[in-house]
């Protein structure tokens, strides 16, 4: 797992979200984002795969605006 992941699921309040707890979560490498650059592009083109993946596996909630 990731660092992220790890410090998402110590925290008691952040813990509960339903994203979290069913581990529907996104973690980018950080060098996607840390510059505006074409690989804003690529970060943007990976989150989007990842959307596409959980919708694919019926992972998002009916009530997700990107269920729809």
Same mark, same amino acid.
């Given at each position: 797992?990731?660092?992220?992941?790890?410090?998402?699921?110590?925290?008691?309040? &952040?813990?509960? &979200?339903?994203?979290?707890?069913?581990?529907?979560?996104?973690?980018?490498?950080?060098?996607?984002?840390?510059?505006?650059?074409?690989? &804003?592009?690529?970060?943007?083109?990976?989150?989007?795969?990842?959307?596409?993946?959980? &919708?694919?596996?019926?992972?998002?909630?009916?009530?997700?605006?990107?269920?729809?």
């Amino acid at each position: 797992g990731s660092a992220t992941v790890s410090v998402l699921r110590s925290s008691p309040v &952040l813990a509960s &979200l339903p994203a979290i707890h069913e581990e529907r979560l996104v973690v980018l490498p950080p060098r996607l984002l840390s510059a505006d650059s074409p690989r &804003l592009v690529e970060a943007a083109e990976a989150l989007a795969a990842a959307v596409d993946d959980l &919708l694919a596996r019926g992972s998002l909630p009916a009530a997700s605006p990107l269920a729809r």
